[in-house]
């Protein structure tokens, strides 16, 4: 006998109310939300800028120990994050996925999750609303060993000019794309270059960095304008339009793959709901980042289901035949994500029996998205706040001994 851990299925919300009930907030302490969010966000960001800054020569000192570094920046901001969603738009992550993860996702004790996926995969997922990114950061966090410091993001080419996020993100190595495959495949294999050199081990053995990739193949998130670019496409081609997700770009996603070929074992599919978006409507327009994080009307749960490819199996022969690959996956995605509008629920993980069930594996897993120490943001806050206590009792040690010599 098996245990699901599900809580009972909420009433239908009423029609046209916010699923996620009435604002929580009046304004008053909607404006005091909003003031204490952008203050902490945007000095967390400064902070791990700054951090990134003082960190930025050893670039030309030690190549190994820079990228170890901003590996370090990129932990971070993961933190940020994480407590940024647990204090200001907690929810309910829901997971489960099909027998090639069974095994590789267990809750904790403490009620949390812990993910066992590997140091390095390709992980694909349809994109519902803008934060989604936020969500699958988290698993990196979840995971053992941890992987939020070594989690890659293709963006597209606008965000690196976003003050104080943008050159951060540009230190944290991630990629950016025009959409225009002449000028971005340069890039892209000099980033992937990187991405799957290895490097030498003092003992003289040889290694590959522990590397997460996330990639959107759809190129966008879903919305009315993305669904009806879609449909035309659909018909255009000659394909089936699926009802609740786009049509994958196979191109980006191919050249990552046939790259990093040999270095990666596997790619990690995870399909995406937000419950209360109804048929035919889309997310971006019910879960605003000012509604999930102001207003206190975040999802009552983002549902993960989570299923795992050998990247040996794909065919990869030719871009052509990884399309109808890529595109089958998505009529797939698209029949869970039918599932889930009619039941609530993604498929259960297969378990076997109450000793697996013991160890923390349920078909359906429950959990919050939070850190694993009420503290640990402040971590995010110690090498500039060091650096700056040396450099006050330097100029200090300074101004004394010119007073006495000078």
Known sequence: MTVTEIKPRAPAPVPGAHPSGREKHGQIVQLLRAVSFTLYFFAG???????????????????????????????????????MTQW??????????????????????????????????????????YTD?????????????????????????????????????????????????????????????????????????????PMWLLLFPEGTNTSRNGRNKSARWAEKTGLKDPEHVLLPRSTGTYFCLTQLKGTVDYIYD?????????????????????????????????????????VDDIPLGTQEEFDVWLRDRWYEKDALMEQYLTTGR??????????????????????????????EFLNIFTIPISVGLVVHIGLKIWSRFSSVFF
């Open 45 to 83: 960001a400064i902070a791990i800028h700054t951090t990134q800054l003082i960190g930025a020569p050893l670039y030309w000192i030690d190549r190994e120990l820079y990228y170890a570094y901003m590996s370090l920046t990129k932990q971070y901001f993961g933190v940020l994050i994480t407590t």
């Open 88 to 129: 200001w738009g907690p929810t309910t992550i829901r997971i489960s996925g099909d027998a090639s993860v069974a095994g590789q996702i267990r809750k904790t004790p403490d009620g949390l999750v812990e993910f066992s996926f590997p140091e390095r995969l390709v992980m694909i997922a349809n994109h519902q609303i």
């Open 133 to 209: 990114w936020l969500y699958l950061w988290w698993v990196g966090y979840a995971n053992s060993p941890k992987m939020h410091g070594w989690l890659y993001i293709i963006l597209k080419e606008s965000l690196k000019y976003i003050p104080i996020v943008g050159p951060g993100m540009l230190f944290y190595g991630f990629i950016f794309m025009s959409r225009k495959m002449a000028v971005d495949q340069p890039r892209l294999a000099h980033r992937l270059g990187k991405l799957r050199n290895p490097k030498t081990g003092p003992d003289g053995s040889k290694y590959l960095d």
């Open 270 to 310: 995870c399909t995406v709901a937000y419950e209360g978006v109804p048929r035919g409507k889309y997310g971006e327009e019910i879960f605003t980042l000012s509604g999930t994080y102001i207003r206190g009307q975040p999802p009552k749960s983002v549902n993960f289901y989570w299923r795992r490819f050998r």
């Open 346 to 375: 993604f498929p259960e993980t297969p378990i076997d029996g109450d000793a697996a069930a013991a160890k923390g594996y349920v078909p359906i897993l429950e959990t919050e998205v939070r850190t694993h120490y009420p503290w």
